[in-house]
């Protein structure tokens, strides 16, 4: 192990065995230009297998509200899908005035589409972040949740915010496995 990668803990600090190893070299030292990390290549450098996913219609939406975010990211074996906000289907604009229901299944639609365009589906989604505008639409979204997720349903947050930029109350992101 070489002293610049002693291991430090969350609070900054080092523990005595890792200093004495880093000190005397001694344990799992690499090899010269070998490293068990997949992100190092063997010349030093950095990588990361990290596919942007554009799902239309979708990635046109986030570029008319000038929204610096991908759609879907793949890394390895895993989708992350961006939170959007209901888009109406028809014309790409936030659909407004609509119930938290229909804001709901237009999030999960488009969650949907993207998982299906990185290679994937709802059965393997493993957690999904809610953010909504209210509390008290918590009942109504899990009626039109528990639709897309009848049974097994991911790992689940919901949170709520205190607002948007735009007039709608909820989106939707989750990580799933391909």
């Known amino acids: 192990m070489r002293r610049d990668h002693v291991p430090v803990a969350g609070d900054g600090s080092v523990s005595r065995r890792a200093l004495r190893e880093a000190e005397i070299g001694e344990s799992r030292a690499e090899p010269a230009g070998v490293s068990t990390d ?43 899908v961006s939170g959007f906000p209901p888009f109406d289907p028809d014309t790409g604009d936030v659909i407004e005035g609509a119930s938290i229901e229909r804001q709901a299944e237009l999030v999960l639609e488009q969650m949907k589409l993207c998982l299906e365009t990185a290679g994937s589906s709802l ?25 897309y997720f009848p049974s097994d349903p991911p790992a689940r947050i919901f949170v709520c915010v205190p607002a948007w930029p735009g007039p709608f109350d909820i989106e939707i992101d989750c990580v799933a496995a391909v």
């Open 38 to 80: 997949p992100r190092i290549l063997t010349d030093g450098s950095t990588t990361m297998n990290r596919q942007m996913i554009r799902v239309e219609p979708l990635s046109s939406y986030l570029e008319r509200w000038k929204a610096p975010t991908s759609a879907a990211t793949r890394s390895g074996d895993t989708i992350y």
């Open 123 to 147: 059965e393997n989604v493993l957690k999904c972040n809610v953010y909504c505008t209210s509390v008290e639409k918590f009942a109504a979204v899990n009626a039109v949740y528990g639709r």
